[in-house]
């Protein structure tokens, strides 16, 4: 009965044809798929496969052929068919890109249908499937990876199995399939392929590749990161010159600003004063070549009896000075510096040849930046001012007969020369009129200069400078009367009453033997006119004592004109 099974005797271990019978054909009108075995069908011991290792390394061989259970081979047994995979319905598909097999013939089953579909190796006892192929690992401990078997293929009902024309030769592989049941001692593995060929060689090649890729990219990346930096730097691949003046030795005119400052700042120092309870910033120069510094007194003011003066000379060389004389009522002191050589004096000019609109030129360190020029004109002579007061007892008000300027003049310009043209000193700068008070000059006004600045003339400094340093103490001119500094009229009244309700009018005092009186009104001090008190007292100081004065005055509605001698009075 033709149902898919055969109907002779069933061979329980091997149904494969002898040697000498690879001709034997299939009977005529048998079906070509091969029926399922029964539970009795015993699958072939071993096989030899073909499946392809993943990368082409080799092939993997059996070379077990039915041993029975407990000792080698018989030698009678015929060879396996390497192509019979037809007897094997669990066996492994070919791997992609192996060329196609020609297909086997048709022919009868090798062994009889198994119901359970057992695949081969997969029955119990001797024929229990083969454990994982073991692969040694090379050297210098390099991982190997791992062998990727090829999935059995599900048994199909009634399979095609086709027959090869005739035999192929079995391709050789890298490592023998292991048989339990072999010989003892049989090796494991055969010698390898030829160098070259194992695939942990190609790996090496493939990450010595990489690497020199990796290697080429850095460098070029390099290379292409220095030539975009030349290239944003030079503004591209061509040079860029653009036209300058050629280099000059720096010689200015002795007239110019340069030329001025050239001249003039190594005679110019900054003062850094502190004491017990403040400190401050200021400017002077120097005067002769013993080292005498002429600066403002409210710069030194700080440091009292006790507090420490250190001098920074344009160089930047520092020196510690000591105080040799200070006058509140001309706001000017001098210090004295010892043990420095090479002191460059600053050339005194003469305060009444200055005209209005002559350029002059401010050296100072304004918030302690030293070595500051800023330059202007003369706006205007023999200006009054008066400055300080913050005692409260009027010892420390000022009175000037200042030159006005519009050189921009700061706090910490204080105490540093204001030069002509011939860098000749013809003020020392002491007072700026802040925007924020409206009233009067303000020493060292924080708000800064907006083109008021006003100078102690040089003639008044050379003269209270003589004496500081000769006497320590200067002298101030006097007429020797008590003005009334209320009176709002115009000119300076002399008041009704002195100090310590004594006259006003001092007895045997230069006015006394002028025949000044009390309630006479001043107008004029050398034909130029008085406003107040304060105008008074700058116009007589602006002289030395025992100069001659011509004075205008008004006594009951009456103008008199009257001539004295300026006596002498100790500054404090």
Do not use: C
Not at 239 to 247: F, G, I, K, M, N
Not at 441 to 467: D, T
Request: no cysteine.
């Amino acid at each position: 009965m033709d149902d898919g099974k055969p109907t002779g005797p069933q061979a329980k271990w091997w149904s494969r044809p002898a040697a000498g019978r690879p001709g034997r054909t299939e009977p005529e009108g048998r079906d070509q798929n091969r029926d399922r075995g029964t539970a009795e069908d015993v699958t072939p011991a071993a096989h030899t496969g073909s499946t392809e290792r993943p990368g082409g390394a080799g092939h993997h061989q059996d070379s077990a052929t039915a041993a029975h259970p407990g000792g080698p081979a018989p030698q009678d047994t015929p060879a396996a068919d390497p192509h019979d995979s037809a007897a094997h319905p669990g066996a492994a598909a070919r791997p992609t890109g192996q060329e196609p097999q020609p297909p086997l013939p048709s022919g009868p089953p090798l062994h009889a249908p198994d119901e359970y579909s057992t695949p081969p190796y997969g029955g119990p006892g001797p024929w229990a499937p083969a454990p994982p192929v073991q692969r040694p690992t090379p050297a210098h401990g390099t991982p190997v990876p791992p062998q990727t078997q090829a999935a059995p293929v599900p048994p199909q009902a009634n399979p095609v199995l086709p027959q090869p024309d005739h035999p192929v030769p079995p391709q050789s592989s890298q490592w023998l399939q292991y048989d339990p049941w072999g010989a003892p001692g049989q090796p494991l593995t055969q010698a390898g392929p030829p160098p070259g060929s194992e695939p942990g060689r190609r790996k090496n090649r493939r990450g010595g590749a990489f690497a020199g890729v990796l290697l080429l990219t850095l460098v070029a990346s390099g290379i292409g990161g220095g030539v975009g930096a030349y290239i944003e730097r030079h503004g591209g691949l061509t040079t860029v010159e653009l036209p300058q003046a050629s280099h000059d030795n720096g010689d200015r005119a002795p007239e110019s600003v340069a030329g001025i400052a050239a001249s003039a700042l190594p005679s110019v120092v900054t003062l850094h004063v502190s004491g017990t309870a403040e400190s401050g910033t200021g400017t002077g120069f120097v005067l002769d070549n013993r080292g005498h510094i002429l600066t403002n007194n409210h710069v030194v003011a700080p440091a009292g009896s006790t507090g420490d003066i250190t001098v920074t000379f344009s160089t930047g060389e520092t020196a510690a000075a000591e105080l040799v004389g200070k006058d509140s009522g001309y706001d000017l002191a001098v210090v004295r510096v010892k043990g420095v050589s090479g002191l460059k004096p600053l050339p005194l000019g003469n305060s009444d040849n200055v005209r209005v609109g002559d350029p002059v030129v401010a050296i100072g360190a304004p918030f302690d930046l030293s070595n500051t020029v800023t330059s202007g004109i003369i706006s205007a002579k023999q200006r009054p001012i008066t400055a300080g007061g913050e005692k409260g007892d009027g010892s420390d008000i000022s009175y000037v007969d200042a030159l006005q300027t519009d050189a921009p003049i700061n706090p910490g310009n204080s105490g540093g020369p204001l030069v002509d043209t011939q860098a000749h000193v013809i003020g020392i700068n002491s007072a700026i009129r802040a925007a924020d008070s409206g009233k009067g000059a303000e020493r060292g006004g924080q708000s800064g200069s907006i083109g008021l600045g006003f100078a102690i003339p040089i003639n008044q400094g050379k003269r209270v400078a003589e004496e500081l340093i000769n006497t320590g103490r200067a002298t101030h001119p006097v007429i020797g009367v008590t003005l009334d500094m209320k009176f709002t009229g115009d000119g300076a009244k002399v008041g009704e009453k002195g100090a310590e309700d004594g006259p006003a009018v001092t007895k045997g005092g230069p006015a006394d033997k002028a025949g000044i009186r009390s309630g006479d009104v001043i107008t004029a001090v050398q034909g130029q006119r008085v406003h107040s008190g304060e105008e008074l007292i700058v116009k007589i100081r602006a002289h030395r004592p025992g100069d001659r004065l011509e004075l205008r005055l008004t006594r009951g509605g009456k103008e008199l004109s009257i001539t004295l001698t300026l006596g002498s009075a100790s500054g404090t």
